[in-house]
């Protein structure tokens, strides 16, 4: 992980719906070149939180801000040219597009063709063109995906789908990507192979912000960790201080960590089940 200052900046956010607050004064850095992960048990706010640091909600106060850029505010398209993209919990492809095609769609921000240049097919049109769809190759390359340019979207298997979907996210050329859950339905060879590419993705220097209710595949792969129940933030740290807390303990399993761990555990497991933490 980087050791260089925070890229993403969430300060003080809140949103309510109603009389429901979704969120409340919810507050962290997201480190350059790090993978940041974001649990929480079922209706904790994550996917409000993420839709707000993406532009595609506003909240009722507080604000993000990308290396010192402020997001809150802009309208979708915008938070994109400033370099933050996002998959869905739910697959939005385009599927009778080629799996080619969807990922030139992510490169529509970079594209300075306009309409008229796309009518008129001019010299610097087509050799724009060329380019994006060199870049789409070797997108889709970089996960594992290029067998699969030409047929649709729709065709490809679950996993492949999942991992089509982020390289289309990589196309605007992001600084901070936003998984929403791209484990969700995946077998455990699909999932340890997902790890690998978001590791990949660190490694070349994006820094990963991450939903994902796996909370063993969270712990093995995220530099650092933050916990919402309730719209409020409970915790936040290394993966090691996040499953010691009494109150990440008590989120998920209701119950005061005291009483969460059984006798017969020994001194080395941790309440959440999760190995290799003291």
């Known amino acids: 992980m980087s050791t260089a200052g925070p890229l993403l900046t969430v300060q003080g956010i809140s949103k309510a719906f109603g009389g429901v607050k979704a969120l409340s004064g919810v507050s962290f850095e997201v480190p350059q070149g790090a993978v940041y992960g974001l649990i929480g048990p079922n209706g904790a706010g994550k996917t409000t939180l993420f839709n707000v640091v993406t532009g595609f909600i506003q909240p009722d106060s507080g604000g993000c801000m990308l290396d010192g850029t402020r997001l809150t505010g802009e309208p979708v398209h915008r938070v994109v040219q400033l370099g933050v993209a996002r ?131 969270v712990m093995g792969l995220c530099d650092r960790v933050a916990v919402l129940d309730r719209g409020e933030l409970i915790a936040e740290g290394t993966p090691a201080q996040v499953q010691r807390d009494p109150a990440v303990i008590e989120a998920y399993l209701g119950a005061p960590a005291e009483d969460a761990r059984p006798a017969s555990h020994a001194e080395g497991d941790t309440a959440l089940g999760l190995p290799g933490v003291a």
Do not use: C
């Not at 063709?113 to 010299?123: D, I, K």
């Open 87 to 217: 998959t869905f919990q739910n697959i939005r492809l385009f599927h009778q597009m080629s799996a080619l095609e969807n990922v030139m769609v992510g490169m529509h921000t970079r594209s300075r063709a306009g309409a008229l240049g796309a009518v008129l097919r001019t010299r610097r049109v087509r050799d724009e063109e060329a380019r994006l769809e060199a870049e789409a190759h070797a997108l889709l390359e970089r996960v594992s995906v290029a067998a699969w340019a030409d047929h649709p979207a729709g065709s490809l298997p679950y996993g492949l789908q999942r991992r089509l979907e982020i390289a289309r996210a990589l196309a605007s050329s992001p600084r901070l990507v936003a998984l929403d859950e791209p484990a969700a339905g995946m077998n455990a060879s699909e999932t340890a192979s997902l790890s690998e590419l978001i590791v990949k993705l660190r490694d070349d220097g994006t820094t990963v912000l991450l939903i994902e209710h796996d909370v063993r595949l």
